[in-house]
């Protein structure tokens, strides 16, 4: 097929969907307003266009028409319901089939009447939907009930990048690092992370009997925010067992992860509607404390893969963190459940043919309508 990805490059989610389809044999370009952070496959094509912002979505509209003309594509996948999504329905082009990706669906139309009436639009023009977790499919369809076929399209790993990490045997160890690797942003609840990982300090130091292993807390990931959590563990006494990373490159995660014995995601909103990185702290075989937010319990087998708590408690956070760090054998075995789970629902191949055969579906359904 010949696919047009209209998407911002500066998400490592569409570059990873462009080089996962070009792998798989097909001819695709992507068009976008944003500038690239990680490279794309050599064979993928991409056209930049320099309109920016809000009404570069607009502005942009005129030239992407003249593009598609040329490229004559057999599907164009526009990913995010309130950008792309306006200019592929002002754009007018079929079959086109809507992503959508979490605060363009959570947020977004909650800002005000227009912002709603304005992804219903995009939502209902659209020829087929998709999303990357059913939590957020029935976001969707809040908005717009009728849309009753949401096709669900999680978001793949490279298990080949993770082919060398295994789950930590079950042996106690004198150091474990607890860690995540996310933007130091609020709702990704890194404070609640800082917070709960203080607990955990606190209550192996009063039970100086356990012999409890020396703890860690690594944060990778960059963000305006880091100066006020990097205060926030200087107030709890902590900041000397904590590191600030910073960015890393996502070709890096595998290695950044490899450094973890605990994997913690304690995310605060519903728009974090797909817990990737929780699938890829699973494929490096690394159990998780997650909490109740958006799309992570649908990536964590409770009890199983790991330990799905209440958003904003540190408390609980703290308790399922300080099992793990006690129990070696515990670790142990959720990091191979984690592992195996990631490799049996998520694999990148898997996914890849998951969007295929949406995209094979959408293109029939529109030429029955034709």
């Given at each position: 097929?010949?696919?047009?990805?209209?998407?911002?490059a500066?998400?490592?989610?569409?570059?990873?969907?462009?080089?996962?389809?070009?792998?798989?044999g097909?001819?695709?370009?992507?068009?976008?307003?944003h500038?690239?952070?990680?490279?794309?496959?050599?064979?993928?094509?991409?056209?930049?266009f320099?309109?920016?912002?809000?009404?570069?979505?607009?502005?942009?509209?005129?030239?992407?028409?003249?593009?598609?003309?040329?490229?004559?594509?057999?599907?164009?996948?526009a990913?995010?319901?309130?950008?792309?999504?306006?200019?592929?329905?002002?754009?007018?082009?079929?079959?086109?089939?809507?992503?959508?990706?979490?605060?363009?669906?959570?947020?977004?139309?909650?800002?005000?009447?227009?912002h709603?009436?304005?992804?219903?639009?995009n939502?209902?023009?659209?020829?087929?939907?998709?999303?990357?977790?059913?939590c957020?499919?029935e976001?969707?369809?809040?908005?717009?009930?009728?849309?009753?076929?949401?096709?669900?399209?999680?978001?793949?790993?490279?298990?080949?990048?993770?082919?060398?990490?295994?789950?930590?045997?079950?042996?106690?160890?004198?150091?474990?690092?607890?860690?995540?690797v996310?933007?130091?942003?609020?709702?990704?609840?890194?404070?609640?992370?800082?917070?709960?990982?203080?607990?955990?300090?606190?209550a192996?130091?009063?039970?100086?009997?356990?012999k409890?292993?020396?703890?860690?807390?690594?944060?990778?990931?960059?963000?305006?925010?880091?100066?006020?959590?990097?205060?926030?563990?200087?107030?709890?006494?902590?900041?000397?067992?904590?590191?600030?990373?910073?960015?890393?490159?996502?070709?890096?995660?595998?290695?950044?992860?490899a450094?973890?014995d605990?994997?913690?995601?304690?995310?605060?909103?519903?728009?974090?509607?797909?817990?990737?990185?929780i699938?890829?702290?699973?494929?490096?075989?690394?159990?998780?404390?997650?909490?109740?937010?958006?799309?992570?319990?649908?990536?964590?087998?409770?009890?199983?893969?790991?330990f799905?708590v209440?958003?904003?408690?540190?408390?609980?956070?703290?308790?399922?963190?300080?099992?793990?760090?006690?129990?070696?054998?515990?670790?142990?075995?959720?990091?191979?459940?984690?592992?195996?789970?990631?490799?049996?629902?998520?694999?990148?191949?898997?996914?890849?043919?998951?969007?295929?055969?949406?995209?094979?579906?959408?293109?029939?359904?529109?030429?029955?309508?034709?």
């Open positions: 097929m010949r696919i047009v990805l209209l998407s911002g500066s998400s490592i989610h569409t570059i990873r969907w462009a080089n996962g389809l070009c792998g798989a097909h001819e695709i370009h992507v068009i976008t307003q500038s690239q952070v990680d490279p794309f496959d050599d064979n993928v094509v991409v056209h930049p320099p309109f920016r912002g809000v009404p570069g979505y607009f502005t942009m509209v005129p030239k992407v028409r003249r593009l598609l003309k040329q490229i004559k594509p057999d599907l164009v996948n990913h995010y319901a309130s950008g792309y999504g306006t200019t592929a329905r002002l754009v007018n082009f079929h079959p086109w089939l809507l992503s959508v990706w979490g605060s363009d669906v959570y947020d977004f139309p909650h800002k005000s009447p227009l709603k009436w304005l992804v219903k639009k939502l209902r023009a659209a020829d087929h939907v998709a999303s990357t977790s059913h957020m499919a976001e969707v369809r809040k908005l717009a009930p009728e849309l009753d076929d949401i096709a669900i399209t999680p978001f793949g790993i490279d298990l080949e990048a993770y082919a060398g990490l295994y789950p930590e045997p079950p042996v106690q160890k004198s150091k474990l690092v607890i860690g995540t996310k933007t130091m942003k609020p709702k990704y609840g890194i404070d609640t992370l800082i917070e709960a990982y203080a607990l955990v300090v606190k192996l130091q009063a039970k100086p009997e356990l409890a292993p020396v703890l860690e807390l690594r944060l990778v990931g960059g963000g305006e925010h880091t100066p006020e959590l990097q205060a926030l563990a200087e107030r709890l006494g902590i900041a000397d067992s904590v590191t600030f990373v910073g960015r890393v490159p996502h070709a890096q995660v595998p290695q950044e992860l450094k973890l605990i994997y913690v995601a304690l995310s605060r909103l519903d728009s974090e509607s797909f817990g990737v990185a699938i890829e702290a699973g494929a490096a075989g690394r159990p998780v404390v997650v909490s109740d937010a958006g799309g992570l319990p649908e990536v964590t087998v409770e009890g199983e893969t790991g799905i209440p958003r904003e408690n540190p408390q609980a956070a703290a308790d399922a963190i300080e099992k793990l760090v006690m129990d070696a054998e515990l670790r142990c075995r959720m990091g191979r459940a984690a592992q195996a789970h990631a490799a049996k629902y998520y694999s990148w191949d898997a996914c890849i043919q998951t969007m295929l055969g949406v995209y094979d579906n959408t293109i029939r359904k529109h030429r029955l309508r034709a």
